[in-house]
């Protein structure tokens, strides 16, 4: 029977949390952009852009991501297209996150007072000026700490991709236990790792709330 030490383990884990920084990493960065198209439709003046906005966030946050990993892997399957596991995990968690960053910018945007966008008008600026020089580098103070803070759900999100066969750290650790017949050692450090990826950001966030706070208390 093979021996396997803690540094072995450690070792293999280590290797699987990397795609879960990268899946972490394309599902933030995708689910922005798409976001940011979310909230212009949000806050458009046309109902239907603010209607398929509206639609399209109640979807995706009224549904279990787990349920939108199996339609995005096995329903696609169903229509003859063959989606590897980690487009399928991949796409699933960018529309996930892109609903909820797009309704925390709408918040941050519309917690704007309104007589910034009446002052702005006043100057003669159209509502892409006022959205660029006036509104959004606002926003963009009270949205740090909640997008922050919602980078961590992403993270620990990604662990429910192993359902559909991706490999990153809870599908590792389900793969070394196997192997090696030590759960209360691999899933400890499976918690440690996420601890260790999760914490830094939950703390800036902290930090960076408190900054904020500060400054609008001193204007």
Same mark, same amino acid.
């Given at each position: 029977?093979?021996?396997?030490?803690?540094?072995?383990?450690?070792?293999?884990?280590?290797?699987?949390?990397?795609?879960?920084?990268?899946?972490?990493? !394309?599902?933030?960065?995708?689910? %922005?952009?798409?976001?940011?198209?979310?909230? *212009?439709?949000?806050?458009?003046?046309?109902?239907?852009?603010? +209607?398929? $906005?509206?639609?399209?966030?109640?979807?995706?946050? %009224?549904?279990?991501?787990?349920?939108?990993? *199996?339609? $995005?892997?096995?329903?696609?399957?169903?229509?003859?297209?063959?989606?590897?596991?980690?487009?399928?995990?991949?796409?699933?968690?960018?529309?996930?996150?892109? $609903? *909820?960053?797009?309704?925390?910018?709408?918040?941050? !945007?519309?917690?704007?007072?309104?007589?910034?966008?009446?002052?702005? +008008?006043?100057? %003669?600026? #159209?509502?892409?000026?006022?959205?660029?020089?006036?509104?959004?580098?606002?926003?963009?103070?009270?949205?740090?700490?909640?997008?922050?803070?919602?980078? !961590?759900?992403?993270?620990?999100?990604?662990?429910?991709?192993?359902?559909?066969?991706?490999?990153?750290?809870?599908?590792? #650790?389900?793969?070394?236990?196997?192997?090696? *017949?030590?759960?209360?050692?691999?899933? #400890?450090?499976?918690?440690?790792?996420?601890?260790?990826?999760?914490?830094?950001?939950?703390?800036?966030?902290?930090?960076?709330?408190?900054?904020?706070?500060?400054?609008?208390?001193?204007?």
């Amino acid at each position: 029977m093979i021996e396997f030490t803690i540094w072995d383990v450690l070792r293999n884990l280590l290797l699987a949390s990397r795609w879960t920084i990268v899946l972490s990493l !394309v599902s933030f960065i995708g689910g %922005g952009l798409v976001g940011l198209v979310l909230l *212009f439709l949000r806050i458009s003046r046309r109902k239907w852009a603010r +209607a398929v $906005a509206k639609y399209y966030i109640e979807l995706f946050q %009224g549904t279990p991501l787990l349920m939108q990993l *199996f339609i $995005a892997f096995f329903g696609l399957g169903l229509f003859g297209i063959d989606v590897p596991a980690w487009l399928a995990a991949g796409l699933a968690l960018i529309l996930w996150s892109a $609903a *909820f960053l797009g309704e925390i910018w709408r918040g941050c !945007v519309e917690a704007i007072a309104k007589g910034q966008w009446e002052a702005s +008008a006043s100057l %003669g600026m #159209g509502r892409l000026q006022q959205m660029r020089y006036v509104i959004l580098p606002q926003a963009m103070r009270i949205a740090v700490p909640p997008t922050v803070g919602f980078s !961590v759900q992403v993270i620990k999100g990604t662990a429910l991709t192993s359902i559909i066969g991706f490999v990153e750290l809870s599908k590792a #650790g389900t793969v070394v236990t196997n192997a090696t *017949f030590q759960p209360f050692t691999v899933y #400890g450090l499976v918690a440690l790792i996420y601890f260790a990826l999760c914490w830094p950001l939950s703390k800036s966030s902290q930090i960076l709330e408190r900054k904020l706070n500060v400054a609008h208390r001193n204007h």
